[in-house]
């Protein structure tokens, strides 16, 4: 077995309550390696097409990757991979809590949850026991007190009343972290499954123990110097982003029909930190700790992310930081993604203000907000409809126009009219309106260190590959995508910062290359045998692995394309066409700003270039040679390598 894996899956049907446990073939492992990857290839292999996300038929998969446990810095994720019932595309939602590392030490590289118990259930797994035990007495707690009742010192996953009442946008936490986006959290509750435990005492096995170690104490070293991750984030959390992105118009203010927000120092991260911040916390074993632990009401609870604070803060028009604290913990608690809250939120609002919908709810009115995410995660009055999201509240009322989602995800907190590129990412993401499965090309653009002309669409196809490409291949491994933005050198961004003519050098590069570098993109990996002293991840990978093969910049590249492809094919299946990919008429046709006529995304400039970067057709479809290229075999076969089954007990 290659190092990094513990050698087999285990996939229980709540139906039968057969288990069963098997090995994955090798050149699976190979191709698809872990988290995301590995997790696309799964669903689209077991996954019947055209499935009902919230029928007993869906597949939820519960998958880590080579690095997760193996002591490697910031890389104990874990990823949940199934269909979305909030989109209906795949949905990867990655986490950095603790059960990946748990899930592995009870032995298994994956757990595959089919079926549906006939009552609420937890899976308990020990090593190789694993059983259905009754959740009668956990059913309706939040996640914090589930996960209390739940057996100590081992690995949780859970939901909360949101995930139980399906809402399409609840969410699963594990400890204080939270698996997002998509509605995850609801396929759980339709399974009846209010929780995953997992425990055991197995060690993930090194290939190269002394050398992985030595090239980790480097690579932890590299992340301390490195300025977005030993400086920014250790000291203000994501949300330093708020003051940035309020500087360059891409921070979403009143349901995004602005980018900037005259309060938004209030809620940055600068005050978050001066005001309320106990201290630092992190994913186990990350030198980066970007989590915050804050004060509120004389509890010490987790702090919002910039996300949230984006969404429940300026685009709700609310300056009020300690608010915001308050709705993400209690978004927490009731198991619900603060992104899509935040914009159905703003939804509501604007649609109440034009008269198609009556509510209460209106922009910089904090009262109510609280019992609205009650009402939405009971599904109570109102907050049944808003359960829906955006893009059913928008079919259904009007205002498709400014309903800000795509394929019915509703966006993240970055408003793409102020960083186009990060606009054409919206588009093409596999699960609808992810900054991060979309190359987030707005570091590049806007909020990070360089900024290549954020309102041009010139160069940005190339680069939302090359971002999306690298991400993909980083999430796929195991390893937090926050670690990408050491693959900009420290020491070009000093050169950036110092000299006006490097700075203004690096952008043009970035600028007139970009689409060069998207083509040398769509080349094979054995055009890019590199392996640049400061990207460490291929040589982890190298020693996590196994011996006798090359790891370069290349195969890491090929590895985030492949993820790509595979999402896209899975997509297709289940009937989304290129049509999908776009975004909502306010970001595409009004202007943000009326003095700046270049203030909205040009969609159609850069999407014909990013599809034909990517080797697919005009319609958005992977060419056949793509496919063979990056060696994705198109046919539907289950993965067992040897299966062995048995009967999961069932606990009182
Ligand atoms: S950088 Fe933040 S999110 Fe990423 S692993 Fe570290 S603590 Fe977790």
Redesign the pocket.
Known sequence: MIGGYMGKVLEVDLNSKQVKKYALPHHMLELYVGNKGLGARLLYDLLPPATDPLSEKNVFIVITAPLTGSGA?????FNITTKSPLTGTIVNSNC?GDFGIHLKKAGYDALIITGKADRPVYLNIDGENVSIEDAAELWGLDTQKTQEKLPPKTGKIVIGPAGENLVKYASVISEE?VAGRGGVGAVMGSKNLKAVVARGDQKVRVAHEEKFKEICKKWRELARQHPA?GEE?PRYG?AVFVNKCNATFTLPTRNYRYGTFSEADAVSGETLAEKYLVKN???????????RLVEFKGKKIKGPEYETVGLLGPNIMNADLMAIIEFNYLADLLGLDTISLGNTLGFVMEAGEKGLIKTNLAFGKIDGISQAIEDIAYRRGFGDEMAEGVRYLSQKYGGEEFAIHVKGLEIASYEPRGAVGQGLGYAIASRGGCHIGGGYAIYLEANGPITVDPLTPLGKPGLVVLNQTTMEAVSSLG?????VYMFLPRQLLELNARSPFASKLIRGTFLYGGNLIGRALSLPAWTLPVKPPFIMLPQVWAHVYCTGQRFTLGRLMELGKRVVNMDRIFNLREGLTARDDTLPARLTEELQRSEEPNSRVPLDKMLPKYYHFRGWSRDGVPKAKTLRTLRIDPQQSHPAAAVSSESATTGS
């Open positions: 810095p910031s890389s104990n994720r950095g972290r991750t984030l994501t916390i992190g994913c186990r074993g990350c030198p980066i700790a970007c989590g390893c937090c995508i926050f670690t």
